[in-house]
């Protein structure tokens, strides 16, 4: 069909890049090669997947059909299927670029003013006056 602009950086994503080169439509190689404009945080980006965002997009759909088990055996057939669902689909997202080429980076968000914390005050209790009792001798002036 297509030449696709992806890197396979392994077999298991040549296998990937082989199947989508020999099956995918006009449409979804111009997909891949080019990238999807998508609006996010008020500006227009270019949506761009890679063969490494398909293989974690698929360990994910893999995880969901073990279904708590400790493995899935998936075949080739379904798995191509989703590579074909990953590149089609424009709600999945990669990476994404500004229209001028460069590597989208999403604003920060602001931090959260830290109010001062009020200084710790340190209350000292009175000491309580002490029961004394009176001595009625030192009152009178030393009688004797």
């Given at each position: 069909m297509g030449q696709l602009n992806l890197t396979a950086n392994n077999t298991a994503e040549q296998r990937i890049k082989d199947y989508l080169e020999q099956n995918a439509s006009e449409a979804l190689v111009e997909k891949i090669n080019n990238g999807v404009e998508i609006q996010k945080d008020g500006k227009t980006l270019i949506n761009k997947k890679t063969l490494g965002g398909f293989m974690n997009y698929a360990t994910e759909e893999a995880r969901k059909q073990a279904d708590g088990s400790s493995y899935a055996c998936i075949d080739d057939q379904t798995v191509f299927g989703w590579a074909v669902h990953y590149?089609?689909?424009?709600?999945?997202?990669?990476?994404?670029?500004?229209?001028?080429?460069?590597?989208?980076?999403?604003?920060?968000?602001?931090?959260?003013?830290?109010?001062?914390?009020?200084?710790?005050?340190?209350?000292?209790?009175?000491?309580?006056?002490?029961?004394?009792?009176?001595d009625l001798f030192s009152i009178l002036g030393g009688v004797q």
């Amino acid at each position: 069909m297509g030449q696709l602009n992806l890197t396979a950086n392994n077999t298991a994503e040549q296998r990937i890049k082989d199947y989508l080169e020999q099956n995918a439509s006009e449409a979804l190689v111009e997909k891949i090669n080019n990238g999807v404009e998508i609006q996010k945080d008020g500006k227009t980006l270019i949506n761009k997947k890679t063969l490494g965002g398909f293989m974690n997009y698929a360990t994910e759909e893999a995880r969901k059909q073990a279904d708590g088990s400790s493995y899935a055996c998936i075949d080739d057939q379904t798995v191509f299927g989703w590579a074909v669902h990953y590149f089609e689909e424009e709600s999945i997202i990669g990476k994404l670029y500004n229209l001028n080429g460069e590597e989208y980076n999403a604003p920060k968000p602001a931090k959260s003013v830290e109010l001062a914390k009020p200084a710790k005050v340190e209350v000292k209790e009175q000491p309580k006056p002490q029961n004394q009792q009176i001595d009625l001798f030192s009152i009178l002036g030393g009688v004797q």
